[in-house]
DNA sequence: CACCAGGCCGTGC
DNA sequence: GCACGGCATGGT
């Protein structure tokens, strides 16, 4: 189980759960259990959203050559990477992102999922839908404690038809699509390409990776990172958090 | 008491 | 365009 919870748990995506002797996940309408990244090629839909048809290998070791933080990145988490999550999740995820720790937002995630979602196995409840979550309101949304973010999700719910059809846009104009989001910023929808459209073009840049860059890159320019951007971003990011930088 | 967390908004220049 | 304070909440 240590292999996979850096990917599962370590702040790309909010829908897994640790428990005794597995992490849990509601997805697809189903409870997934999974203990080792094995668990991922058992099944079509785990097969798909663990990114199986993407080399690892190659990019892996292309990265470590790049310089010696991004090889100690890999050499500490080798199993990284990029899940292909479900665009609306990772939309209200990183809304409740901002400012926030990764503790709080899954503590957040699992509100909204009991609060609003149905229950696909005794006491596993799905994230709600659109629709779902457009039973909330801001004042629910407030005794929920999403803080400043309620009027976020509140317009995220309303515009939640933006999602349909980024994937055939550029990064520039979907980001710009995506940012007329009241509380969806640039990092924000950074992440929404990555994490929900697999655009590994994507770099989100927060408060680790600005640390990040200014202190192993300070003259450098993202495409420094080319040709996975993306990848480069994840594993410092493990890397600051990890080294506590 | 302070400062921080996968930032963004509103205001002022 | 850029800088800066404010923002809900919980942890250290």
Redesign the pocket.
């Known amino acids: 189980m240590d292999d996979i919870r850096e990917i599962l748990t ?3 995506s909010f829908s897994w759960s640790e428990e005794e002797d597995c992490f849990s996940a509601v997805l697809n309408e189903k409870v997934y259990r999974v203990q080792s990244e094995s668990d991922f090629y058992s099944d079509d839909f785990l097969r798909m959203y663990y990114d199986f048809d993407f080399d690892y290998d190659r990019a892996r070791c292309e990265i470590r050559e790049k310089d010696e933080l991004l090889k100690q990145a890999v050499d500490n988490f080798p199993k990284l990477r990029i899940l292909r999550q479900d665009p609306w999740i990772t939309l209200i995820s ?1 809304i409740l ?9 899954k503590g957040l995630y699992d509100a909204l999922c009991r609060n609003y979602g149905h229950e696909v196995e005794k006491n596993y409840y799905s994230f709600p839908t659109p629709k779902e979550l457009a039973r909330t309101s801001i004042n629910e949304l ?1 005794e929920l ?4 973010r309620d009027r ?1 999700i509140m317009d995220a719910i309303e515009k939640a038809d933006i999602l349909n059809g980024l994937e055939s846009l550029s990064y520039d104009e979907a980001e710009k699509r995506l ?1 007329t ?9 950074a ?1 929404i390409l990555l994490f929900g459209y697999h655009r590994m073009d994507a770099f ?6 600005k640390k990040v860059l200014n202190q192993y890159y300070p003259n450098k320019d993202i495409s420094y990172f080319n040709p996975y951007p993306a990848l480069c ?2 594993y410092l ?1 493990s890397m600051a ?1 990890f080294i506590k930088l």
């Open positions: 370590g702040g790309q990183f992102s901002q400012n926030n720790n990764i503790k709080r937002i407030k404690k999403v803080g400043f976020y940012m989001i009241t509380g969806v910023g640039k990092k924000v929808s992440c989100p840049i927060d408060v680790w990776i971003q994840q990011f958090r």
